[in-house]
T-cell receptor
Framework: GAGVSQSPSNKVTEKGKDVELRCDPISGHTALYWYRQSLGQGLEFLIYFQGNSAPDKSGLPSDRFSAERTGGSVSTLTIQRTQQEDSAVYLC?????????????FGNGTRLTVT | AQSVTQLDSQVPVFEEAPVELRCNYSSSVSVYLFWYVQYPNQGLQLLLKYLSGSTLVESINGFEAEFNKSQTSFHLRKPSVHISDTAEYFCAVSSIQGAQKLVFGQGTRLTINP
């Protein structure tokens, strides 16, 4: 596709349920990033992938959060046993490489609401 | 570790007026600096960046930002704004070492009034 695609665009779930958020990066982009945008915390880094490897997971808030990337392409962010504080917009971005000269292309995000 | 402070959460201005969106950062290591823009109902887009060289950088739509190392600032300016500039603007930094692990400010909502 022309840009980074995220699905679903909106997700409402009950507290305690698991959710999966999907990101389709731009074809050929080796680097993929997950960020979270919430009212109280602003934009926070969660994790990034170089290929299928995740060299930096330091932003994941708890062990309920995990992410994987397969085939150097699609990535899935999984949140287990969701809590109300997980409500936020989850943003995915990709770039040709991890160097700062390579701009990040963001998707429109998945708005997660935990009731 | 790095941190970014955007001093104004909201900036209302009239069309064709000048605007400055302020950004200050703190870091124990050298950083690269970025401004991202989020138009209504759209994803974040890179507006401009400072990596090295000239401290004044420009975007294609008339914005400019100047890196001031002594004041640890990277303020964004435009001499004459348009209605279409209405958006939220985010200042961000990343360490020059390693991947683009961006640290963002809280954002400034720019509203242009006719």
């Amino acid at each position: 596709g022309a840009g980074v695609s995220q699905s679903p665009s909106n997700k409402v779930t009950e507290k305690g349920k698991d959710v999966e958020l999907r990101c389709d990066p731009i074809s050929g982009h080796t680097a993929l990033y997950w960020y979270r945008q919430s009212l109280g915390q602003g934009l926070e880094f969660l994790i990034y992938f170089q290929g299928n490897s995740a060299p930096d997971k330091s932003g994941l808030p708890s062990d309920r959060f995990s992410a994987e990337r397969t085939g150097g392409s699609v990535s899935t962010l999984t949140i287990q046993r969701t809590q109300q504080e997980d409500s936020a917009v989850y943003l995915c971005a990709s770039s040709l490489e991890t160097a700062p000269s390579s701009p990040l292309h963001f998707g429109n995000g998945t708005r997660l609401t935990v009731t | 570790a790095q941190s970014v402070t955007q001093l104004d959460s909201q900036v209302p201005v009239f069309e064709e007026a000048p605007v400055e969106l302020r950004c200050n950062y703190s870091s124990s290591v050298s950083v690269y600096l970025f401004w991202y823009v989020q138009y209504p109902n759209q994803g974040l887009q890179l507006l401009l960046k400072y990596l090295s060289g000239s401290t004044l950088v420009e975007s294609i739509n008339g914005f400019e930002a100047e890196f001031n190392k002594s004041q640890t600032s990277f303020h964004l300016r435009k001499p004459s704004v348009h209605i279409s500039d209405t958006a939220e603007y985010f200042c961000a930094v990343s360490s020059i070492q390693g991947a683009q692990k961006l640290v963002f400010g809280q954002g400034t909502r720019l509203t242009i009034n006719p």
